[in-house]
């Protein structure tokens, strides 16, 4: 629990603290974004449409930070396609990779709704593929990034049908 979790208008000047472990190095939340080296994540998603991917060095472990020669995290960024009672529908797959779903992030707003935990489920997924902590205010078009370690290409994460 954050203290923009507790007090929610304060994600107006405060952004949500983010595990830099789990984020590509040089990585850091602003009130509605990701940046990754001076690289804005929702930028990236304008640009690019969504689904679509961002992929950095991993950090290694207990270094304080340090780029690793080797492994690699990549920030998937996923458009919003439904929300409802069973939870949150978004336009990518996940198919071989380990979302790490407590790391999920609202792009794009800044929300003052206080966060729920809601099932998150891909475009091809009918059953959940893993739960996060969101804003209850989370609505269709609404940006959601959010790390998997490893390398994959956007032909990853894009549904068959948008290939």
């Known amino acids: 629990m954050t203290l923009t ?3 929610p208008t304060l994600r107006d000047s405060i952004p949500a603290p983010l595990d830099d472990s789990v984020w590509p190095v040089h990585t850091r939340a ?7 080296a001076g690289v804005s994540v929702r930028r990236i998603a304008e640009i690019c449409a969504t689904p679509c991917v961002y992929t950095g060095a991993a950090v290694l472990p207990h270094s304080g930070g340090h780029a690793s ?4 995290t990549t920030i998937v960024i996923a ?4 929300v409802s009672g069973a939870g949150i529908v978004l ?11 407590r790391e999920a992030r609202l792009l794009g ?24 902590r969101l804003p209850d ?4 078009g609404d940006l959601i990034a959010v790390p998997c ?7 990853d994460v894009r549904p068959a049908r948008n290939r």
């Open 109 to 132: 707003r800044v929300s003052h709704a206080y966060e729920l935990r809601m099932p998150i489920a891909g475009a091809d997924s009918p059953s959940p593929l893993g739960v996060v």
């Open 5 to 7: 979790s507790i007090l």
């Open 30 to 36: 602003t009130t509605d974004d990701v940046v990754v």
């Open 137 to 140: 205010d989370v609505r269709a």
């Open 149 to 155: 370690p490893g390398c994959f290409s956007v032909g």
């Open 91 to 101: 336009d990518a797959t996940f198919h071989g990779h380990a979302p790490l779903w």
């Open 79 to 82: 458009r919003v396609t439904g």
């Open 69 to 72: 020669p080797t492994d690699s």
